[in-house]
């Protein structure tokens, strides 16, 4: 099983750029898949989780700004990125789990499974 994040890149705040969690091994739609990042320095943090159902988890601080969906047919969960800002710079992973859930305004990344190699972000001001 891989997941592979991509679509990373430099963009300039206030722009907008889709990630994309690319699958294979595994057939994502009975899966929850979640979005994190890692910025230099500091630790790796949620940013939002689809369920198998399609409902949609936000940490507080992306709500508004990312949107998450999935489409199973491409076996690929999406990432929206808009209007992003400086402090938006980090390395973006996906991973799986059997559900999303979130603690203390994050989505938690306990039990999530199958890290792979994370996306650059760099947002510019």
């Known amino acids: 099983v891989q997941l592979q994040a991509s679509g990373g890149g430099l963009v300039q705040a206030g722009g907008s750029l889709r990630l994309s969690c690319a699958a294979s091994g595994i057939t994502l739609e009975y899966y929850a898949i979640g979005w994190f990042r890692q910025a230099p320095g500091k630790e790796r943090e949620g940013v939002s989780c689809?369920?198998?159902?399609?409902?949609?988890l936000y940490s507080d601080s992306m709500k508004g700004r990312f949107t998450i969906s999935r489409d199973n047919a491409k076996n690929t969960v999406y990432l929206q990125m808009n209007s992003p800002k400086p402090e938006d710079t980090a390395v973006y992973y996906c991973a799986l789990n059997v559900y999303c859930s979130v603690v203390g305004g994050r989505v938690d990344t306990y039990g999530m499974r199958y890290w792979g190699k994370g996306t650059q972000v760099t947002v510019s001001s």
């Open positions: 689809i369920n198998s159902s399609g409902s949609t």
